[in-house]
């Protein structure tokens, strides 16, 4: 079997990069690669906020290998699906009702395109997010999802009612698509990007490669209508009555010590969910669980394996 490392750094021979329209025409990225040989299943795995799916193609190489067959896209506004913003390196969007509006759209085709075994879907951080948004709007049904590092809740200093509060406020005075901070993935901080992301140097340089290789992908800060949106975003879904009638099997794989997003939160959803499991992880553990050092990363993804061989094939049996 090739090691999924190879892949890290170049995209697999038969997998397929196109692109997917949007009902209001809008072209996003989209990735497939087929399972070889006799395939388990179809999984559809979602990134976070400046996201690609090239950061996820080790990942990916694991769960091929396995039989699944992947498909991910990049969210409207980033990474290969063009920009919402005059500035190319802000993430903006007015709404986030547009990324539900694609996602549910993209489903139906991608569900409509058949293949055999469960469907599941994978989301991480904002991608957990939208996932378990979309779910609880009835916009995708799979057999079973995973929410890794799911962002359910922002890591404010200032707390999630008064960081809401401004953010509205700055997001409506002037340009709302001017970027919320000048770099970084947070404000006031003294800690370095990777230290938020991941304690694997390789596999943080793995995402720098990316970018240099394709620097049309390169995303910067948010703006302040996303930040505002995200804040507005997570706190309805946390309040969301939909979320104890739920019947998709869901697993939440959440770094305790996560900077970016809000564990606790994370926590509060899964306890109100009829079928939910929590894999907990400790400081060991940055945000990106998935690119994180071997140890780490490895317990993650057995976690996922485990679940999804458990749950995934329930409504088929």
């Keep these: ?27 996003l990225r989209r990735f497939d ?27 990916f190489a694991h769960w091929q290998a396995q039989g699944w067959s ?10 290969g699906s063009g920009r919402l913003s005059p500035n190319p390196h802000v993430g903006h969007v007015e709404d986030f009702q547009h990324y539900i509006d694609d996602f549910r759209a993209f489903w139906a085709e991608w569900i409509a395109e058949g293949g055999t075994g469960p469907h599941v879907a994978i989301g991480h951080s904002m991608g957990g997010h939208l996932l378990l948004r979309a779910l609880v709007e ?4 799979p057999d079973a999802a995973v929410l890794v590092a799911p962002m ?34 947070k404000p006031a901080t003294t800690e370095t990007r990777q230290a938020l992301l991941t304690h694997d140097q390789e596999r943080y340089e793995d995402e720098i490669f990316w970018q240099s290789s394709k620097p049309d992908l390169l995303l910067g800060p948010p703006s302040w209508r996303w930040v505002a949106e995200a804040f507005g975003s997570t ?7 939909r979320l104890t009638t739920l019947a998709v099997p869901l697993l939440f794989v959440v770094p305790e010590n996560d900077k970016l997003v809000a564990p606790k939160a994370a926590y509060s959803v899964a306890a109100k969910l009829p079928d939910a499991q929590v894999a907990r992880f400790g400081k060991e553990a940055a945000h990106e669980i998935l690119r994180e050092v071997d140890a ?7 976690a996922i394996d485990g679940f999804l061989a458990q749950r995934a094939f329930g409504k088929r049996a």
């Design 1 to 27: 079997m090739v090691s999924p490392q190879l892949y890290r750094r170049a995209i697999p021979a038969a997998a397929r990069i196109t692109r997917w329209t949007a009902p209001d025409g809008w072209v």
């Design 33 to 59: 690669w087929p399972a070889n040989g006799r395939a388990r299943g179809r999984m559809l795995f979602q990134g976070g906020r400046g996201d690609i799916f090239e950061k996820y193609l080790e990942a």
């Design 70 to 79: 992947i498909t991910s896209f990049d969210w409207r506004g980033q990474g």
């Design 138 to 141: 009835g916009a995708v049904a």
């Design 152 to 185: 359910l809740g922002l890591h404010s200093p200032l707390g999630a009612t008064l960081g809401e509060r401004l953010a509205g406020m700055l997001a409506g005075i002037g340009d709302a698509a001017r970027p919320a901070w000048r770099g970084n993935e």
């Design 235 to 241: 706190r309805r879904l946390r309040a969301d009555p």
């Design 296 to 302: 780490v990363r490895s317990r993650a993804i057995g």
